[in-house]
């Protein structure tokens, strides 16, 4: 190699470290621990504004309660509370009760990230720790569009969750989410989805689902807003959810899909295809057939974070039923991007059903009550449709077991 382009090497290589060593200076005493006062939950969390403001998981405050303590790196201590959370993007926001100027950091622009990208991952792995200060995590940028989040080779652990990751400007681009088993499967919120949801964070909204995280579902993937079921070789709308793209366009329960934008649909296949080969904002016509009338509504189509907006806000309006207000949560983040037959176990979360089961991250469910599942989707799908008071049975690919494994989860009442 030239004497030039080794130096090149060693100079890039010093740059680096030298704007690394800043960040971290600058930055270290704006990364907090997020404990939850009521539960045990702990998470980590940065400081983004001078009253106390903090970025962190959506599932961190979700698991916390109202009431938190926020510790800095230091052993200080100090009261705090949750805000709003984006539940379906993962992204929460909280802040510190008590009066003070405090140490924050700049929120950075997560659509400027380039792959490839030198970024700064920092937390509180496996709980605050007075003995150490938060771990230093240098890693890359490896995909930016994957279920619309960004996705690096920085090494986290459980505790991790919600904590910042810093381009080398010293700048919040992301916040720590799923923590994987492997290098490649850490996934971080990106800072423009806290972006577009400040307002309603900071105002206490919380809305969308972390059930729909588990589906493994595109946020930007556009959505009809209805469930169907075909019966007879007929394609019925078996339910219209409020505040969707089909109610607002006319579309009722039980209508019959005869086509969509002209083309016969013979199977339901052929609409799903259809909505998803479209585009957010796109209008399709759906034909179909109500009683003895021959019926075409005009949808704009809306995406999955959309949709799931809407459904929170009339959540809000509407008390949930017995059913939906009892029904359990697995507790499992699912792989929608892993190349298996089944769905893919991404991570547990601790206290679970999941976790108390004996579910594992990188387990491969083949089967749920015999049923052949086909993917993370579906798995989601067949878990919000089950039975109360029940007992599932998972079957279970293990790494390093042979046979599959039967995991029984009672969804109690």
């Not at 960040?23 to 939850?36: H, N, P, Q």
């Not at 469910?365 to 599942?373: C, D, L, R, S, Y």
Request: aromatic letters at 4%; charged letters at 25%.
């Amino acid at each position: 190699m030239p004497n030039g382009s080794f130096a090149g090497s060693i100079e890039q290589l010093k740059e680096r470290e030298k704007k690394v060593k800043k960040v971290v200076s600058e930055s270290m005493s704006t990364v907090v621990a997020v404990v939850g006062d009521d539960q045990p939950a702990t998470g980590s969390g940065v400081i983004v504004s001078e009253d106390g403001l903090i970025m962190t998981a959506g599932h961190v405050t979700e698991a916390a309660g109202k009431k938190l303590t926020i510790i800095f790196p230091d052993g200080r201590s100090v009261k705090g509370e949750s805000l709003g959370a984006n539940r379906s993007r993962d992204a929460g926001l909280a802040r510190i009760t008590e009066e003070g100027k405090w140490p924050f950091a700049k929120i950075g622009d997560s659509k400027k990230a380039e792959l490839g990208d030198w970024l700064i991952a920092m937390g509180h792995p496996g709980g605050y720790d007075l003995n150490r200060s938060p771990p230093i995590r240098l890693g890359r940028l490896i995909s930016s569009g994957t279920m619309g989040m960004l996705r690096t080779d920085c090494t986290l652990v459980g505790g991790d969750s919600g904590g910042p990751l810093f381009n080398l400007e010293g700048e919040v681009i992301g916040i720590h989410s799923s923590i994987g088993g492997s290098l490649a499967e850490n996934r971080h919120v990106p800072s423009a989805v806290f972006q577009s949801g400040w307002d309603r964070m900071l105002a206490g909204e919380i809305w969308g689902s972390l059930r729909m995280m588990a589906a493994g579902v595109d946020p930007h993937r556009p959505m009809l807003g209805v469930r169907m079921n075909e019966s007879a070789g007929n394609i019925v709308v078996d339910k219209v959810y409020a505040n969707s793209p089909a109610q607002k366009a006319g579309i009722m329960d039980g209508d019959q899909i005869l086509r969509v934008d002209g083309i016969e649909a013979d199977q339901m296949s052929d609409v799903v295809e259809k909505v998803a080969s479209s585009k957010v904002g796109n209008k399709i016509e759906i034909q179909v057939r109500r009683g003895e009338e021959e019926k075409t509504f005009s949808v704009r189509l809306v995406s999955w974070e959309d949709l799931a907006s809407g459904l929170g806000k009339e959540q809000e309006k509407t008390p949930p039923s017995s059913d939906e207000s009892s029904r359990p949560e697995l507790g499992i983040i699912l792989d929608a991007e892993a190349e298996a037959e089944g769905a893919v176990v991404f991570e547990v979360i601790e206290n679970s059903l999941a976790a108390s089961s004996g579910f594992m991250a990188g387990d491969v469910v083949k089967e749920i009550n015999g049923a052949k599942i086909n993917g993370a989707e579906e798995m989601a799908s067949s878990i919000r449709s089950a039975d109360l008071g029940k007992r599932i049975r998972f079957a279970v690919q293990r790494k390093g077991q042979e046979e599959l494994l039967n995991v029984d989860v009672l969804f109690g009442k």
